[in-house]
Every structure is written in C-alpha cells, then in structure tokens.
C-alpha cells in the first residue's frame, strides 16, 4: 500500500554510463569553442512588368528579392586555436512567394537540349527539385595567412557587379552590365557563382587591400572530346579600401568549346561623401567572337532613416554584325522600419537599340520588340533574421 514519498536514492552508474557522461562532458567542451548560425532574408515583391509592342507581354505578380535575395543559411566556425579556424557556410536560395527552392549548377556549363531517347537533361521547372544549396556550399580553413575555401562560391568577377550597383543586382533596379544584352552569350553560366571551387582570399590585415583568386572545374571526363575542358575557370580580384575610397579590379576566364572561352572583366570604384555614396563600374567581356561593354554610375544618398538610390548602366555587344544596346534608367528608395525590416519602392525603365530586345526584368513576360522599351515597378517588404 502507497504511505507516502519513497526515500531518494542515488542511481547507480554503470561504466558505460560513466564513458557516455565523459562524452557529453567532452562534446561541451568542444562547442564551447565553436558556433552554429541559422540565418536568412525574406523578400516579398510586387512586381508590375510592362514591355512595349505586338506580341511583348506584361504582368503583375507577387514574387521576391526586390531588395536582397531570399535565402535560408547555416554557417559553424571552430576555434582551433593558434589564430586557426574552420568553418563551413550552407546557403539556400528560396522563393518565399510560392515555397520552392532555387535551382543550382553542378558543372558550371550550360545544360543542353533534352534527349526524348535516353532521357539525358530531362526539363525541370527551377524550384521543384526541392531546396538547394545553390547559393553557397562551402567548407574553410582560415588563419593569419588567409583563408582557402572549398565548393560552390560567388566568382570573383561577379563581385564588382554587385558591390558597385546601388541596388545590389536584385531586383528590377539591377544593373545591365550582369543582365547583358537579351540574345548575348557573354557572361555565361559563371556569371554569379561557380561550382567545384577552390579559392584563396587574402587575409584582412594588409593595411586595406583586399583580394581573392579561385579556380574551378566543369569535371569533364577525358573521353568528352573537345568539351573536356568546359566549365573549367579561373578567376581573380584585388581591391583598396580605406577611408571614403574602395576600389577594385576583377577578371576571368571560363572555357567552353561551344561558344568561344567566356572572359568576363570588370572594375569598379567607389567614394562616400557622407551625404551619399557615390559608385560606378565599367566591365569589357567576350566569348567567342562577341565582345561586350557596359558601364554603371549611380548613388546611394541617406534620407531619414531610410535611402535613395539611382542608377544609370547599359551594356551593348558587338556581334560582327550587329551592335544590339541596352540602356537602363533606375531610382529607388528603401525606409529602414528597424534593424531588420524595410520597406521598399524601385521603379526602372530599359530603352533599347540597334535591334535590342531587353526586357527591365528578364523572363518576367515576352519582352519587348527590337527597338522596344521595357519597364518594371517593385514594392515590397524584406525582413532578415
């Protein structure tokens, strides 16, 4: 018959159990000298897209990344001690309008057409493959000397793009010099980002200069013939920053037998004022026989608690035959609601010549005609976390 409270007593611990607490006891020793990050953007976009001409398209959607790019992450770094350090960054590119994931490229190449009889390169709608790591998968050792970091990465030719655009290179404010023009082969699949990389960046105690050099790999086999050596890449950047000045140089090169190697070249310069940041880039490309030039000045001006941007970037491509332009207008503003939340407003306006047929947001609608003129218009909302 229950009477009361059974005295306390003291487990007994067996050896096994006593190893598993050793165990425990080590585990928190170790993550006492590392961290585990979850981070992310969510951006949400109204989006109004108008083309001009017989048969161009215009829509108003909901989508996202009108100001920064929507993104789910994970990032760890360990104190080895010594001034050494490992880490790892796990970065998820994300449609929060409709859930789906961004889709990745596993050999910096192009994918080519479907094949009905072996099922080779089968369409896939971008998303539905599910969440990707697609916008950055990397694993790092850093010290004193630098750090070296292995897997897919932002290519150094594509930082100067983004570093120097007042919008970023998101959403329709983005600058023409990473859209190209519409039909052009200049950037390439390697663009933004490469995979199977391995890249150095110099260490953050050079009184001001900065720099990265990274090499990748397509990882053809050797019986591909001629395509064995695409997707292999080589890229660089060195830059200054110090007080109101930051500049920088970027350049590279990526092979591909189908059309011509993709050399893709930019630099880049800003100066802040203060009362605003002014900033421009000029990039020169080729692949194959094109060759492209483009340029982009703009500004960032602060306003109460929230900023003003602008820009002007065109891009044009000399085919041999032709010399399609594309020029783009764009202003904006962001209001700063906290740390974490903003809203935000850009609208820009592409006119097109010599046979262009750029669109201010491409693949949004069916562009415009040659010669046409193309606008987009963005509200929205992005919160980070």
Known sequence: MYRGREPDRKPRRSAESVAALAALAT????????????????????QRVTNSGTGAGSVFRLTN???????????????M??????????EAGMSNDDGQGAATNANNQTVGAFNATTGANAPVRPGTQGLTFNRRSTVSLAGGWGEVRLGRDYTPQFWNLTVFDPFGTNGAGTTQTLL???????TGATAVRASNSIGYFL???????????????????????????DGNGLGARIG?????LNVAIGLSSTKSSAAGDFKQNNVGVQWDFGWAKLMGHFAFDEAGTQEGRGFLVGALVPVGSGEVRASLSQYDVDTGTAEPRSRKMAVGYVHNLSKRTALYTTYARVRNSNGATSSAVPGAAPGPVANGSSSGFDFGMRHTF
């Open 240 to 244: 200054y920053s110090s007080g109101p």
């Open 203 to 229: 260490p953050g105690n050079l009184g001001g200069f900065y720099g990265q050099i990274q090499h990748y790999r397509g990882e053809n086999p050797s019986t591909a013939g001629v395509a064995e050596d």
């Open 27 to 46: 585990a928190g020793l170790a993550s006492a000298q590392s961290s585990v990050t979850m981070f992310g953007v969510v951006d949400a976009t109204l």
């Open 81 to 90: 001690g010594g001034g050494m350090s490992a880490s790892f960054w796990l």
């Open 65 to 79: 990344s009108g100001y920064n790019s929507s993104r789910l992450g994970f990032r760890g770094t360990e104190d």
């Open 180 to 186: 190209g023009v519409t039909g052009s082969a200049i």
